[in-house]
């Protein structure tokens, strides 16, 4: 689910937040999957940074 959204995203990828909204999820759900997938080399940081919800600026995940 997580990677096929993040996949489905394109270049323009998603934040946590974003991920979290798009899954109808908590973003605290969200965060070990994103870690997970990066770990597996399924997303990578985008280098792009996007204010989150709490208007920190929060890594764009895309896939590979």
Same mark, same amino acid.
Request: hydrophobic share 40%.
């Given at each position: 689910? &997580?990677?096929g959204a993040i996949? $489905? &995203?394109g270049e323009h990828g998603l934040t946590a $937040?974003?991920?979290a909204a798009r %899954?109808?999820? $908590?973003?605290?759900? !969200?965060?070990p999957r994103t870690s997970e %997938?990066?770990?597996k080399g399924l997303i990578r940081d985008s280098g792009q940074?996007?204010?989150n919800s709490?208007?920190? %600026?929060a !890594?764009?995940?895309v896939a590979p």
């Open positions: 689910m &997580a990677e996949r $489905d &995203a $937040d974003e991920l %899954l109808n999820m $908590d973003r605290w759900s !969200i965060q %997938l990066k770990r940074r996007r204010p709490t208007g920190k %600026l !890594i764009v995940w």
